[in-house]
C-alpha cells in the first residue's frame, strides 16, 4: 500500500481539540493541508471527490467554532464528510475509506461519537438536526448546539421543506447551513436553484443584508429589545429591495448571507456571532464543488467520483482490455430508451437527480422535451410518472433501488392502485459495493412483490434488459411494470440484440440436469452458469432456471421443477426475507410440494460496504456458495456414487 503522509500541521490534529489550540493564521495553513490530504488519498484510492474538497474551509470553521461533538453537527448526503472524518480521529484510517472492513464513505454513529446522525440519502439533515435540538431543549441542554449542513441540491426534496416548515416554530436554537454550489452529482434543476441564484447575485439584497448583519453584531445579546429591534431591521428589507419576502424568512427562519464559503476567516466570524443568535437560523454560504483542483472546479459531475486517478496530470485511469468488454447495463438503459423512443412517440423518461448515473442524460441531450431530471424529488417523480400515465404516456421512472424506497407510498397510492403502467427501472438493485448500506438496492423484490397489479421482474443480461424494456412500453402491457437491474457491467460484449416482446411471468430453462435445480433471478444467473460449469467436473448434473419474473410467477415452468426435483436451489440478489426465495417456497406450500430448497442471497443483516466480489462471497450468493451449497445438498448421492466406483 501506498503510504499517504498528512501535511506537518495536519499530522498534529487528532481531534476538534488540537484545532482549537490555532491561531487564525494557522488555520488556514491546516485547510491547505486537509484539502492536499484528500486529494492525495483519493486520488490512490478513490471515493468521492469533489463535494469534500468544496467545504474544507467550512469543516475547519465548524469544528473551531463549535464544541463538537457536544454541539452536533449533521451532514447531510455524507459525501462532503470527508474533512470531517479527518479532523476527528480517523486521519490514519482514511486510507481504509470504503474498503471492505474499513471506514465509512459516510458518516456513521457506529463508527464515531462526532458521526450524530448516519446518511447516505439526502435531504434528512434538517429534521434530525431539529430533533436533536427539540431533545436538547427538553433536557435543559441550553447550551448545546445543532447544526444541519445541508446542499441546495438537497434543498429540493420535500423532507427538507417538511423540516424548515416544522423548525421556523419549533423554538429550537438550531443552525442550518445551505451549502449553494449549483451542484448535486450533475447540475442542479429547477426553480428553487433560481431563486438562490437570484439571491446570490442581487446586489442591493445582499448590500442590505450586510448591512443587517453589522447592525445585529452591534446589538446586546440576549436582551429583549435587541431581539425586538433585530426583527424590525430584519423586515425593513421589504421596504428597500423589490421582493415580497425571502423564502426561508417567510417560514420563520431568520436568514444570514450569502457569504463566500471559501473565506475562512469570514466564515469563523459569522459562525462565532451566529452562535449567540437565538432561534432557528439558515446560513447561505457559496462555494465551488471541486474547489482547489482545478480539473474537478472546471468539471464537477465528471469529479464527483472518479475513481482512481494521477493527481499532477489528472488522468484517470481505466481498466485496460484486450478484447470487447460488456457495457454497463445503465448504459444499455441509455441507449435502449432512444431506440424505443425514436419508434414510440408515447415514450418519456424521468429520474430524480441522476441523470448521468443511470445514463437517461443520453436522452435528455437528444430529446430533451421527453426527458427530465426532477430533481432530488423520488416521491414527485413517481406521482408525475402516474399523471403522465393518465394521459396515455408510457414513462420509464429510472430510480435506484434503495432511492425508491423514499417514494413508496407514491408506488403504492398513485400508480399501483390506480394500476397505471408506469414503468420502474430499478437501477443499482443488489449490493452496489462500496457505498455501503445506504444505497445497496437488497429490499426492492420484497417491497415490490407485495403489491397488487404490480409485474416485477429481472434481466439476465443486456439482451434480455432490452427485451424487457421492449415488452413493458408496448400497448398491451397495462400494468405497473418493474424492471430491476445492478450496477456495474453486463455479460455481453455484442449486446445491441433485436428486441423481443418477452410473455410476461414466463421464465426459461437454460440446461437440463438430472441431480438438483438452481432457479436463479436477474443477473446471479451468471453466477449460477459459471457454478454449473465447476459441478460438471465434479460429476453433478444441475439443471438451471432463468425465471425472468418473480411476479407473476412462471408457474407451469415451476410445476416442471418440483415434479422432478426433489432439491432445490434458489440464487437472487435481494434480501432472502420475503424475496424471490421466497415466493418459490410460497408456491411450493401452496401446490403441495415437497422438497429441500435453499435459499441463497443477501442475509436479514446490515451488509457493510467493500467490493461486490468481496460482498458477493461475504453475503454467500456468488459462484463458489452456489458450488458448496450444491456439493452439500448432493452429498449423500456422491457418497453413493463414490461407493459404486
Known amino acids: 500500500m501506498i503510504e499517504i503522509a498528512p501535511g506537518a500541521l495536519l499530522k498534529t490534529i487528532n481531534s476538534p481539540a488540537d484545532l482549537k489550540k490555532l491561531s487564525r493564521e494557522q488555520l488556514q495553513e491546516l485547510t491547505d493541508e486537509l484539502r492536499q490530504y484528500i486529494i492525495d488519498v483519493v486520488s490512490v484510492h478513490g471515493g468521492h471527490f469533489a463535494a469534500s474538497l468544496g467545504v474544507v474551509e467550512l469543516t475547519v470553521a465548524l469544528h473551531y467554532v463549535f464544541n463538537t461533538p457536544y454541539d452536533q453537527l449533521v451532514w447531510d448526503v455524507g459525501h462532503q464528510a470527508y474533512g470531517h472524518k479527518i479532523l476527528t480521529g480517523r486521519r490514519d484510517n482514511f486510507v481504509s475509506n470504503r474498503k471492505y472492513n474499513g471506514i465509512s464513505g459516510f458518516p456513521k454513529r457506529g463508527e464515531s461519537e462526532y458521526d450524530t446522525f448516519g446518511v447516505g440519502h439526502s435531504s434528512t439533515s434538517i429534521s434530525a438536526a431539529l430533533g436533536m435540538a427539540m431533545a436538547a431543549k427538553y433536557k435543559g441542554e441550553t447550551d448545546r448546539k445543532s447544526v444541519a449542513i445541508i446542499g441546495d441540491g438537497a434543498m429540493t426534496a420535500g423532507i427538507a421543506f417538511e423540516a424548515m416548515n416544522h423548525a421556523g416554530v419549533a423554538d429550537t436554537d438550531m443552525l442550518i447551513i445551505l451549502n449553494d454550489n449549483c451542484m448535486s452529482i450533475d447540475p442542479n434543476v429547477g426553480a428553487l436553484k433560481e431563486y438562490l441564484t437570484d439571491i446570490t447575485t442581487s446586489q442591493a439584497y445582499n448590500k442590505l443584508k450586510d448591512d443587517i448583519w453589522k447592525a445585529l453584531g452591534k446589538l446586546p445579546v440576549g436582551k429583549q429589545f435587541s431581539r425586538e429591534m433585530a426583527s424590525k431591521v430584519e423586515h425593513s428589507i421589504k421596504s428597500f429591495v423589490n421582493k415580497s419576502s425571502n423564502l426561508f424568512e417567510a417560514l420563520k427562519l431568520r436568514y444570514f448571507g450569502p457569504i463566500d464559503g471559501h473565506n475562512l476567516t469570514k466564515l469563523v466570524d459569522t459562525l462565532n456571532d451566529l452562535k449567540n443568535i437565538p432561534g432557528p437560523k439558515l446560513l447561505h454560504i457559496i462555494t465551488t464543488k471541486g474547489k482547489g483542483y482545478s480539473l474537478a472546479e472546471k468539471d464537477q459531475t465528471k469529479w464527483h467520483a472518479p475513481g482512481l486517478f494521477d493527481k499532477i496530470t489528472g488522468e484517470i485511469y481505466k481498466k485496460r482490455y484486450e478484447l470487447p468488454q460488456p457495457p454497463k447495463y445503465q448504459d444499455v438503459f441509455g441507449h435502449t430508451i432512444i431506440e424505443l423512443a425514436e419508434k414510440n412517440k408515447k415514450i418519456f423518461g424521468v429520474t430524480p437527480a441522476m441523470p448521468s448515473g443511470c445514463s437517461l442524460k443520453l436522452m435528455m441531450d437528444q430529446m430533451p422535451d421527453r426527458a427530465f431530471d426532477v430533481g432530488i424529488t423520488e416521491q414527485h417523480a413517481v406521482t408525475l410518472s402516474a399523471g403522465m400515465a393518465t394521459q396515455g404516456m408510457k414513462v420509464f421512472c429510472n430510480i435506484y433501488s434503495s432511492f425508491m424506497q423514499r417514494a413508496y407510498d407514491q408506488v403504492v397510492h398513485d400508480v399501483a392502485i390506480q394500476n397505471l403502467p408506469v414503468i420502474f427501472c430499478l437501477d443499482r438493485a443488489g449490493l452496489v459495493g462500496e457505498d455501503g448500506p445506504t444505497h445497496h438496492g437488497a429490499y426492492d423484490i420484497a417491497y415490490m412483490r407485495c403489491i397488487p397489479n404490480m409485474i416485477v421482474s429481472a434481466p439476465m443480461n443486456e439482451g434480455e434488459l432490452r427485451n424487457l424494456m421492449y415488452t413493458a412500453q408496448l400497448d398491451s402491457t397495462n400494468n405497473p411494470f418493474v424492471i430491476r437491474y445492478p450496477r456495474g457491467e453486463g455479460v ?56 425472468r419474473f418473480i411476479k407473476p410467477l412462471d408457474e407451469s ?24 426465495g421466497s415466493a418459490i417456497i410460497e408456491f411450493m406450500s401452496n401446490h403441495n410440494y415437497k422438497a429441500e430448497v435453499k435459499m441463497l442471497g443477501i442475509p436479514d443483516a446490515i451488509v457493510e460496504h467493500g467490493s461486490l466480489k ?20 448432493m452429498k449423500d448421492k456422491i457418497k453413493v456414487t463414490e461407493l459404486h466406483q
Open 492 to 547: 455481453m460484449p455484442e449486446w445491441r440484440t433485436e428486441m423481443k416482446e418477452i410473455k410476461i411471468g414466463t421464465g426459461r430453462k437454460l440446461k437440463d440436469g438430472k441431480d438438483i435445480a438452481i432457479l436463479s433471478i436477474g443477473h446471479p444467473g451468471n453466477f449460477a452458469q459459471t457454478a454449473i460449469r465447476s459441478l460438471r467436473t465434479q460429476g453433478v448434473d444441475p439443471a438451471h432456471y432463468d425465471m
Open 557 to 580: 415452468l415451476l410445476h416442471e421443477v418440483f415434479q422432478n426435483f426433489d432439491k432445490i436451489i434458489t440464487v437472487e440478489d435481494g434480501t432472502i426475507v420475503g424475496g424471490f
Open 614 to 633: 468481496e460482498l458477493h462471497h461475504e453475503c454467500h450468493y456468488d459462484a463458489n456458495a452456489i458450488v458448496e451449497t450444491v456439493l452439500d445438498m
